[in-house]
């Protein structure tokens, strides 16, 4: 292994622990309803908001094989398992990788 490997892995696991460590000691002073915690909250939802949107219409990789309407019909439905399931996040995430793999090799 070259030295330049262990380098960057050492460089980015500090970053990374550091940030952690940082993170656990500043969250003591941190009450959950100020309006910096529902901020940065907000921040976080929406980030992923947009992620998961840009994954769903400009997808990469092997998503992109999908039909656009399979896709939206299987967002719908694990939208709606989330709910049925008491904002369950294990159920829709299951079903939408089962789901969009069938539908995809029935339909393509």
């Known amino acids: 292994m070259s030295s330049s490997i262990v380098f960057a892995i050492l460089v980015t696991s500090l970053a990374t622990y550091l940030s952690r460590f940082l ?4 969250s003591e002073k941190i009450k959950e309803t100020s309006k910096w915690f529902r ?3 907000c921040l976080a939802y929406s980030t992923l ?3 998961i949107a840009r ?10 094989e999908a039909d656009y309407s399979l896709r939206i019909v299987v967002v719908i ?3 709606l398992i989330f709910y ?6 294990v159920y829709p995430t299951v079903f939408s990788a089962i789901i969009l793999a069938l539908l995809n090799g029935y339909f393509a």
């Open 84 to 89: 049925f399931t008491k904002r369950n996040l």
């Open 23 to 26: 993170g656990v000691i500043s």
């Open 55 to 64: 994954s769903i219409i400009f997808p990469a990789g092997a998503l992109s």
């Open 49 to 51: 908001a947009a992620l």
């Open 77 to 79: 439905s694990s939208i």
């Open 39 to 41: 901020w940065f909250n």
